[in-house]
Structure formats: C-alpha cells, structure tokens
C-alpha cells in the first residue's frame, strides 16, 4: 500500500516562504508523476504543480507560476514544493498525490494516492 505523508505546512506572512514536503512509501516514485493540489474553504480542489519522474518536466498553475518551485529527490522519495511571495490568496490545505503514469495532469481524477493534507495559511 502507498503512503503519501506531507509536512511543512503552517502560518506565514504575506510575502514570506515556506517549502512543504511529501515522504512517499511503500512504492519507488522516482519514475512516476507527482503532483501538488490545494484545496481553500468553500472552494474545489485545484492543481498547483506536478513533475514527471523519469525527466524532470514540470507543470505549474498559472496563479502559483514564477512562485512556486516544485522539486523532488528520488533518493529519498521524496517531493517538494518550495513557495516563495506567498499571498493570502494562497491559503489553503495542500495535498500531494502521485500517479503511475508518466505524465503531468492536472486532473485530480488521474492521481492512484494522495496524502492526507497540510495547512497553508498566509496572513496579510
């Protein structure tokens, strides 16, 4: 069974950065497609970021674009997402999901694993 567990979430200012983090287990991801969605109260989930294992491609949302970094360290199986300028806009629990095929998605639907979500709160 795989896990998904995310860390880094928290409050911050606006402007400010935090870099957010999801460990993955039970399965080797460094060939598959990992990605980052958010969810804000009274909203639906949307797609921030995603990378493809085996190349490296990624994909951003154009709200978080020029931002928000999306890494990952297949040594560790692990996937980051470091988010600079932050805004209050950008409030919102952030999940990680990662999907067997090799290629970005910007789909929730086409992600096999999620995690179970951090908080991101940006004040103004």
């Known amino acids: 069974q795989v896990q998904l567990v995310e860390h880094g979430g928290g409050l911050v200012q606006a402007g400010g950065s935090l870099r957010l983090s999801c460990a993955a287990s039970g399965r080797t991801f460094s060939s598959a497609t990992m990605g980052w969605f958010r969810q804000a109260p009274g909203k639906e989930r949307e797609f921030v970021a995603c990378?493809?294992?085996?190349?490296?491609?990624?994909s951003y949302a154009d709200s978080v674009k020029g931002r928000f970094t999306i890494s990952r360290d297949n040594a560790k199986n692990t996937v980051y997402l470091q988010m600079n300028s932050l805004k209050p806009e950008d409030t919102a629990v952030y999940y990680c999901?990662?999907?067997?095929?090799?290629?970005?998605?910007?789909?929730?639907?086409?992600?096999?694993?999620w995690g179970q979500g951090t908080q991101v709160t940006v004040s103004s």
């Open positions: 990378i493809v294992g085996s190349v490296g491609y990624t």
């Open positions: 999901a990662g999907r067997v095929v090799q290629q970005c998605n910007r789909r929730e639907g086409a992600y096999d694993y």
